[in-house]
């Protein structure tokens, strides 16, 4: 177990509308990464949150937008759902927003657009 | 960021050895080298990191020559409870710049009797 936990692990939607995933990360770590994994594919980097601050982002339009809290629980919005949005997100952890720094995954939303 | 070249799966035998072997030919000096296990429906799990020569811990050890172009993760006596998707990594950047990790598509180790 990470410490990381994420909600809901399943969720349909249908084209057009509004998602919110949430995050809660492993305590003592101050750093929030999103990422999107397509089916057989490997997890591509939506946005990173570093004390409640983006601190990057990775090639997603932005109708995929995000919040992280004071306590660094985080959330994922996208809005304007299209098909491709189907997908497994993944919230990861981590004690600093380097890249050698150790990534604790939760275990997923899987979000389906229909 | 350097990208990654894997074999995208290999096949083994119960209590073999596994090495899979990562090629990462424009690794920048700072970049570490960082290797996830991936099993279906959770997200990945960190495995082991290195920089240079050789790294070991309780699951794996990390090989990585002196030129740094290529690393190779080994997995002594594998179980079935190895198969999954192994994700070589490497990357790191400036402090406040986000760690634009890229995922490739992995290597799908599967593991029979």
């Known amino acids: 177990e990470t410490g990381v936990t994420q909600s809901p692990t399943h969720l349909i939607k249908t084209r057009g509308q509004q998602v919110t995933l949430r995050c809660s990360s492993q305590?003592?770590?101050?750093?929030v990464s999103w990422y999107q994994q397509a089916l057989g594919q490997g997890p591509q980097f939506i946005f990173q949150y570093y004390r409640e601050e983006e601190n990057g982002r990775g090639n997603f339009p932005p109708r995929f937008s995000g919040l992280q809290f004071p306590n660094y629980s985080s959330e994922l919005n996208v809005n304007a759902l299209e098909l491709d949005d189907s997908a497994l997100y993944l919230c990861?952890?981590?004690?600093?927003?380097?890249?050698?720094?150790?990534?604790?995954f939760g275990s997923g939303t899987q979000l389906s657009v229909l | 960021l350097a990208k990654t070249t894997q074999p995208i799966s290999m096949d083994s035998y119960e209590g073999q050895e596994v090495n899979i072997t990562c090629s990462h030919n424009?690794?920048?000096?700072?970049?570490?080298i960082t290797w996830y296990q991936q099993f279906p429906s959770q997200g990945p799990r960190f495995i082991i990191q290195?920089?240079?020569t050789k790294v070991t811990n309780e699951v794996a050890s990390l090989f990585i020559p002196a030129d740094r172009k290529s690393s190779t993760l080994s997995l002594p006596r594998v179980s079935l409870s190895d198969t999954a998707v192994y994700y070589c990594l490497v990357g790191d950047l400036p402090t406040g710049t986000a760690s634009k990790l890229t995922f490739g598509t992995g290597t799908r180790l599967q593991v029979t009797l």
């Open positions: 290195g920089y240079k």
């Open positions: 305590s003592g770590h101050n750093t």
């Open positions: 424009n690794i920048a000096t700072n970049d570490y």
């Open positions: 990861a952890s981590s004690l600093a927003p380097q890249g050698n720094e150790k990534l604790f």
